[in-house]
């Protein structure tokens, strides 16, 4: 819907009683208020100025957001966005619509993550006439309760297994229905590697309705798994032992409305522009994951082993490079990185990925030689050799790179830069001064 005309034919043609002005925190958590649909002359009128002026709320209990002071905040709809719930009754149902996040006076909030991702798009498009298209792989578990309580992987199942063995494709066929009445353009789902564990696939787009596609993705799954009984869970390493859950994020950008990054005439048919922007993906790759990968529990997963994208290179055909360059070519040439879990805000993921990215190609930095080789089964002594890093063990070593990142830290800005490492260092703090059950079981004996 473009007009608040059509929005309003919208609303009444499917019965809409209720809609719910959404956006996320800093986390990337969504967050909303319900606005009810009035009946009358009177309640048009008051439904079309929310829709097109939008919606006051208080933003001093929104964590990153702002202070009680100065608490009074505006949400103002994206109407494009406007879409029924169908996982709500059909006979009075219930709409959402993505918001962006205004103070008062009128201007957007720096603290809105969707905002900051469309100012990084706003200046590269005045800057370079340039597009960002971003296709995620967010994949999750599906858990049920056993007799003690607990919640363990609903099924046994492998990668690519087929019922009776995978459990899980009635509610994957849930899901699939769901989003595309949601309006995705869902390309493929299956069982993951570990138990319980799936992946659904949809269309890439432009980073911000990527970014909208995520949440809307993770709330669906979460509230369709509840209604069965189940718990979805995007946490990045839920059990010791087996896979994480990862969230690959391939990508490209376009300038001038042409793609970028095929050259047919260069090495591995990749452009120079494609070539510099692996480049400074590889050269901040160490402050990116403190956002892409932004939860103590993250590193749990980026540990070597278990498939982990922890190897500071690039390749061709070679998943154990941080960064691959999928087969194919021509407007369909695009990198994967493969670090970011899908417990980050997407919105300020995708804006540090562009902005080191875009980084490497206004420095023309040159990637290093691919590696094709596996290095999972590299020494670190090989690694050392080959001038292989890693990224930071820890949430903690992670923060610290990005405390040092001039670029990622003025793609965030300062407000969203300065609230994320203060929470992520609280959270970090927490965390350390914790007791766990290993340790209880380790150390008690002392």
């Known amino acids: 819907?473009?007009?608040?005309?059509?929005?309003?034919?919208?609303?009444?043609?499917?019965?809409?009683?209720?809609?719910?002005?959404?956006?996320?925190?800093?986390?990337?958590?969504?967050?909303?208020?319900?606005?009810?649909?009035?009946?009358?002359?009177?309640?048009?009128?008051?439904?079309?100025?929310?829709?097109?002026?939008?919606?006051?709320?208080?933003?001093?209990?929104?964590?990153?957001?702002?202070?009680?002071?100065?608490?009074?905040?505006?949400?103002?709809?994206?109407?494009?966005?406007?879409?029924?719930?169908?996982?709500?009754?059909?006979?009075?149902?219930?709409?959402?619509?993505?918001?962006?996040?205004?103070?008062?006076?009128?201007?957007?909030?720096?603290?809105?993550p969707r905002g900051c991702l469309k100012r990084v798009l706003a200046k590269f498009d005045e800057e370079l006439g340039g597009e960002f298209f971003v296709g995620p792989e967010p994949e999750f578990f599906i858990l049920k309760e056993d007799a003690c309580g607990s919640?363990?992987?609903?099924?046994?199942?492998?990668?690519?297994?087929?019922?009776?063995?995978?459990g899980g494709c009635d509610?994957?066929?849930?899901?699939?229905?769901?989003?595309?009445?949601?309006g995705f353009h869902v390309e493929a789902s299956h069982h993951e590697v570990a138990e319980g564990q799936h992946e659904v696939d949809f269309k890439f787009a432009d980073a911000v309705k990527t970014a909208d596609s995520v949440v809307t993705f993770k709330t669906t799954i979460k509230t369709l798994a509840a209604q069965e009984g189940l718990k979805a869970t995007f946490m990045p390493k839920?059990?010791?032992?087996?896979?994480?859950?990862?969230?690959?994020?391939?990508?490209?950008?376009?300038?001038?409305?042409?793609?970028?990054?095929?050259?047919?005439?260069?090495?591995?048919?990749?452009?120079?522009?494609?070539?510099?922007?692996?480049?400074?993906i590889l050269d901040h790759a160490k402050s990116i994951v403190a956002v892409t990968n932004p939860t103590v529990n993250s590193y749990k997963r980026l540990v070597p082993g278990y498939e982990a994208p922890v190897n500071i290179a690039w390749a061709n055909a070679n998943r154990s490079a941080i960064v691959r360059v999928p087969a194919p070519r021509g407007k369909g040439t695009r990198i994967e990185f493969r670090a970011p879990d899908p417990s980050c805000n997407p919105?300020?993921?995708?804006?540090?990925?562009?902005?080191?990215?875009?980084?490497?190609?206004?420095?023309?930095?040159?990637?290093?030689?691919p590696v094709e080789k596996n290095i999972f089964a590299m020494s670190e002594a090989q690694k050392k050799a080959e001038g292989i890093e890693s990224v930071p063990a820890n949430l903690k070593a992670a923060l610290d790179?990005?405390?040092?990142?001039?670029?990622?830290?003025?793609?965030?800005?300062?407000?969203?830069?300065?609230?994320?490492?203060?929470?992520?260092?609280?959270?970090?703090?927490?965390?350390?001064?914790?007791?766990t059950d290993w340790e209880t079981k380790q150390y008690l004996k002392i």
């Open 1 to 112: 819907m473009n007009s608040v005309e059509q929005a309003m034919d919208y609303i009444k043609t499917n019965n809409v009683k209720f809609i719910r002005f959404q956006f996320v925190d800093i986390h990337g958590e969504p967050k909303n208020i319900a606005y009810p649909v009035k009946a009358g002359a009177a309640g048009e009128e008051e439904l079309y100025d929310v829709l097109e002026k939008g919606l006051y709320f208080d933003g001093s209990s929104i964590e990153g957001f702002v202070s009680i002071e100065s608490s009074d905040m505006m949400l103002k709809p994206d109407l494009k966005t406007l879409s029924v719930l169908p996982w709500r009754p059909t006979e009075k149902s219930v709409a959402r619509v993505i918001c962006d996040v205004y103070t008062t006076t009128g201007k957007p909030f720096e603290g809105d």
């Open 238 to 280: 839920p059990f010791f032992g087996i896979n994480g859950s990862g969230m690959h994020c391939h990508q490209s950008i376009w300038l001038n409305g042409e793609p970028s990054f095929y050259d047919e005439s260069a090495q591995y048919q990749l452009s120079e522009t494609c070539m510099s922007y692996v480049a400074g």
């Open 151 to 166: 919640w363990v992987p609903a099924d046994d199942a492998g990668y690519f297994d087929l019922e009776p063995l995978d």
């Open 401 to 435: 790179e990005l405390e040092n990142n001039s670029v990622l830290k003025d793609a965030l800005g300062k407000h969203i830069f300065e609230n994320f490492i203060e929470i992520k260092n609280a959270e970090w703090d927490s965390f350390r001064t914790s007791v």
């Open 171 to 182: 509610i994957r066929r849930k899901i699939v229905f769901a989003l595309e009445n949601l």
């Open 347 to 369: 919105y300020l993921a995708f804006t540090v990925m562009l902005a080191a990215g875009l980084d490497g190609v206004k420095r023309k930095l040159s990637a290093i030689d």
